[in-house]
């Protein structure tokens, strides 16, 4: 009978225990969503902030997709500038605006308009303008990001 009283009693405690457990849990799940729901209301505002407060570094041009807009050739000539520009096609930019391609240096690059930070998915550009002049012709490409 004593044994018996004493594990209802730890049975007791452990299901008291397991209910202030389950309390917890639910604690956390909701502080956890909490923070996501902060921390996604507070995306929007900050990423636009940063936007229009600081200057697009070369390296973030190279996270757009360029299309050529046409090129300035002194001769009669196909333009040589490559049709698109993507993220991932091994290009680097220094911090004086070289561009190099894979390695080998391609030519200076100017950025002339930053792109727009609400592009409008009805339009197919998205407000940007840059030049590379060529180092090896000389030539002068123009792009719009897309």
């Known amino acids: 009978m004593f044994i018996n009283d004493k594990l209802s009693f730890i049975e007791n405690k452990l299901l ?9 849990i639910h604690k956390l ?3 956890l969503f909490f ?9 929007w505002p900050i990423k636009f902030a940063k936007y229009h407060l600081f200057d697009l570094s070369y390296q973030e041009v ?6 050529t807009d046409g090129c300035q050739l002194s001769y009669p000539e196909v333009c040589p500038c490559p049709s698109f520009i993507e993220p991932d096609d091994h290009f ?4 004086d605006g070289d561009l190099y391609f ?8 100017i950025l002339k308009d930053k792109p727009s930070f609400f ?19 000389g030539v002068i490409c123009y792009y719009d990001s897309i």
């Open 92 to 95: 680097t930019i220094t911090d």
């Open 119 to 137: 592009h409008d998915p009805s339009e197919i550009l998205s407000g940007g303008f840059m030049e590379i002049i060529r180092s090896d012709s």
């Open 35 to 43: 923070l996501f729901l902060i921390g996604l209301i507070l995306y």
């Open 62 to 67: 190279l996270e757009f997709s360029w299309r």
């Open 102 to 109: 894979e390695n080998k240096l391609y030519g200076k690059l």
């Open 16 to 24: 008291i225990n397991m209910d202030k457990w389950t309390l917890n």
């Open 29 to 31: 799940i909701e502080r």
